[in-house]
């Protein structure tokens, strides 16, 4: 968590998820989304808005960490492609979105708060987080590959 803990704002108060890396400047995290196992967030630990309110190096710093999980991603959990958002409209603090999308999601190929566009397939679900275990894994790897340790 950030030194500067602003109560309003969930990210700063919690976690925001199952924290799978803890870095000085920022977290990976596996959100709980039951429609998106996978969803993972990076999570700046600085109260900030904006990610030009970083210095360039922080910000080089947080990309990538998120090409890192989207690398982790592909590879374990093979999405036919990866959303990447930094929306922060409800939340004003900076994160990053990192979705696998499949083909045969609720919302594919519109964004993941639209409309869905069909029911869930449970089968498909419950594969995907039968793949969780790996996506740990492999998000710690390619951290640790990106030499984004501690």
């Given at each position: 968590?950030?030194?500067?803990?602003?109560?309003?704002?969930?990210?700063?108060?919690?976690?925001?998820?199952?924290?799978?890396?803890?870095?000085?400047?920022?977290?990976?995290?596996?959100?709980?989304?039951?429609?998106?196992?996978?969803?993972?967030?990076?999570i700046c630990h600085a109260h900030v808005k904006e990610m030009t309110d970083l210095a360039p190096a922080q910000r080089t710093l947080l990309a990538n960490a998120v090409w890192a999980v989207e690398a982790a991603q592909r590879e374990v959990m093979?999405?036919?492609?990866?959303?990447?958002?930094?929306?922060?409209?409800?939340?004003?603090?900076?994160?990053?979105?990192?979705?696998?999308?499949?083909?045969?999601?609720?919302?594919?190929?519109?964004?993941?708060?639209?409309?869905?566009?069909?029911?869930?397939?449970?089968?498909?679900?419950?594969?995907?987080?039968?793949?969780?275990?790996?996506?740990?894994?492999?998000?710690?790897?390619?951290?640790?590959?990106?030499?984004?340790?501690?």
């Open positions: 968590m950030s030194a500067s803990v602003v109560p309003a704002c969930e990210l700063c108060a919690g976690d925001g998820g199952e924290v799978l890396w803890q870095h000085p400047a920022f977290r990976v995290v596996l959100v709980d989304e039951a429609d998106y196992p996978g969803f993972c967030r990076v093979q999405p036919e492609k990866v959303n990447l958002a930094t929306l922060g409209n409800m939340t004003p603090h900076v994160h990053w979105h990192v979705i696998p999308r499949f083909t045969d999601d609720r919302h594919f190929p519109s964004p993941v708060w639209a409309e869905p566009r069909r029911a869930a397939d449970e089968a498909s679900l419950a594969a995907r987080r039968a793949l969780l275990p790996q996506l740990r894994e492999a998000v710690r790897r390619h951290l640790d590959a990106a030499g984004l340790a501690a």
